[in-house]
T-cell receptor, first 118, second 112 residues
């Protein structure tokens, strides 16, 4: 089955620093990847859509200058949280979509990255 | 505006029973409705998904019922087991290119 990995699985950083999270599709090419954020005991909220070779599309209310997304290859998307603050502490989860023309439009989720900003 | 409403928020079912979780959506442009299972500290895992052209889909112990006119869909877990204890999310999207809009989740506990 389709496998999506994330690295790191958890990270602790100081306020004001930047953190990069990687999302990789291990056994398929993903032209589209998505980034979600999940606060404790809450649902997943879509942050942005990442398309290979083009600029990411951000959801309303998500600061594009704070959450930098790069999708430079068909198997890798990165999310960089710039100048992180304690309120950015959350569980960040990526997903990768079946390639266009595939049997389904399934989104396969990564295991998530727990970010704690001190 | 919450586009996907999920209920109940929490559910306790006896082992061997049927667990039923309901969702309602507002956006008629949605055409893909998956259910995900999530364990604490893990990413969500796809259980089953349905499109509006069918009213029911079954995979093992999991069944989705879909009512297009009522804009509702539900997940039935038959013969519920303690290992099914998790948080379940319904979701919806508009075609494959869009991200998913999730319900708020249902915390399911299966009592042995």
């Amino acid at each position: 089955g389709a496998v999506v990995s994330q690295h790191p699985s958890w990270v602790i950083c100081k306020s004001g620093t930047s953190v990069k999270i990687e999302c990789r599709s291990l056994d398929f090419q993903a032209t589209t990847m998505f980034w979600y954020r999940q606060f404790p005991k809450q649902s997943l909220m879509l942050m942005a859509t990442s398309n290979e070779g083009s600029k990411a599309t951000y959801e309303q209310g998500v600061e594009k200058d704070k959450f930098l997304i790069n999708h430079a290859s068909l198997t890798l998307s990165t999310l960089t949280v710039t100048s992180a603050h304690p309120e950015d502490s959350s569980f960040y989860i990526c997903s990768a979509r079946d390639p266009p023309g595939g049997p389904t439009d399934t989104q396969y989720f990564g295991p998530g990255t727990r970010l704690t900003v001190l | 505006q919450q586009q996907v409403k999920q209920s109940p928020q929490s559910l306790i079912v006896q082992k061997g029973g049927i667990s039923i979780i309901n969702c309602a959506y507002e956006n008629t442009a949605f055409d893909y409705f998956p259910w995900y299972q999530q364990f604490p500290g893990k990413g969500p895992a796809l259980l089953i998904a349905i499109r509006p052209d069918v009213s029911e889909k079954k995979e093992g112990r999991f069944t989705i019922s879909f009512n297009k006119s009522a804009k509702q869909f539900s997940l039935h877990i038959m013969d519920s087991q303690p290992g099914d204890s998790a948080t379940y999310f319904c979701a919806a999207s508009r075609g494959g290119a869009d991200g998913l809009t999730f319900g708020k989740g249902t915390h399911l506990i299966i009592q042995p």
